[in-house]
Nanobody
């Protein structure tokens, strides 16, 4: 089974940028959707963005659209989340998840079967 492994989190000032990576371990992302979710302290986990590996179809949360870009590198079996214009509200633990959701449910976390351990993003004001 494929296991996503996140990296790239860190501390950044407001207005700055970070690029998160999600690499496939023990398998490939072929035929899956690979999504990014985040969870801030005291809040529920929320959808950020997702990409269908085979079609490059992407979906963004309203909070991410225009600031974040999800992309993939087939040769490296890796999905990226490039985050720009970061604000303190983006502070959270960011998770990469892999699954086979139908399009109408592609933003639902319960549609993703395999989850990484998360990478912490902290944005200071």
């Amino acid at each position: 089974q494929v296991q996503p492994v996140e990296s790239g989190g860190g501390l950044v000032q407001a207005g700055g940028s970070l690029k998160l990576s999600c690499a496939a371990s023990g398998g490939t992302f072929n035929n899956y959707a690979v999504g990014w979710f985040r969870q801030a302290p005291g809040k529920e986990r929320e959808f950020v963005a997702t990409i269908r590996w085979n079609s490059r179809y992407t979906v963004y949360a309203d909070s991410a659209r225009g600031r974040f870009t999800i992309s993939k590198d087939s040769a490296k079996n890796t999905v990226y989340l490039e985050m720009n214009s970061l604000t303190p509200e983006d502070t959270a633990l960011y998770y990469c998840a892999v699954g086979s959701p139908i399009v109408s449910a592609i933003t639902r976390s319960d549609m993703y079967r395999y989850w990484g351990q998360g990478t912490q993003v902290a944005v200071s004001s």
